[in-house]
């Protein structure tokens, strides 16, 4: 019997690797890396390494790079998505951002253009702690940020991979839109005080205006494109509409989502927080 083929694109990221190792642990199915890095290369931004990346593809996890806010995401999306299906792809598993209408425009190009989809919805990612933006800011000892009173459910991307490969895996998830969260609501003060808590450091927060972080990160030499994306996440996204608890992840695991707590406490172990 042939091997179903998954491709992963972002197959790297912070999803992707995750969602990787859980299909190596199938073995009807054979698993490919969409990435700069792998041979053959895929990029995003060249639209000619595409075609040899999705041969003999059945099924694809889609991650975008930077993210599906961006203006000109859309045409890429369709783009990508045509060809896929011309090219024998049977399945598409999109990752999107919960409350982003931009990122909505994507999925709906995904549903008129893919054969079966699933799309997944996540919230702000509790490995962004650990392998991302606020890492650093962590590391020194002082993390500074806008909408300190924004009170989000930090979803595990361990979590996210699970949901994923089960939609990659289950016919019974097609068609299916999950919006995955954490099981708690935190400001993000309370989500530093509790890494500095858990890893006996000390970490203060402090609180700006957009504007401030804005010329902070500028200040910082932070490129313009990741500067916009910031200013649009903080600015549109974090205003309330995703200060809510759904059980998604439970619904289609059927596991619990992971406290941002034990997080913490898995991440501490690994030594990444420590200076």
Known sequence: MEKKKILVLGGNGKTGRRVVQLLKNNTAIE????????????????????PEVIKDIHSVYITFQPDLAIPSAPETIRKFTTLAVQNGVQKIVLLSGRGEKEAQACEEIVKATAKEWTIV?????????????????????????????????????????????????????????????????????????????????EITFQSLSLDEYITMLRDYQVPEDVIWLVNYLFSEVLDGRNSSITHDIEKVTGQKAKDFADYVQQTAQTGIWNV
């Open 121 to 201: 919805r996540a919230s702000w990612f509790s490995q962004n702690f650990s392998e991302s933006i606020f890492l650093e800011p962590l590391l020194s000892g002082h993390v500074a940020l806008p909408r300190a009173e924004a009170l989000e459910p930090f979803t595990d991307a361990d979590d996210i991979a699970a949901v994923v490969v089960e939609a990659l895996l289950d016919e019974k998830h097609n068609g299916q839109t999950y919006e995955l969260t954490g099981p708690r609501l935190l400001t993000f003060k309370e989500a530093v005080t509790e890494i500095a808590k858990t890893t006996g450091r």
């Open 31 to 50: 698993v490919s890396i969409g990435s700069r890095n792998e041979t053959p290369a895929f990029d995003w931004e060249n639209p000619e390494t595409w």
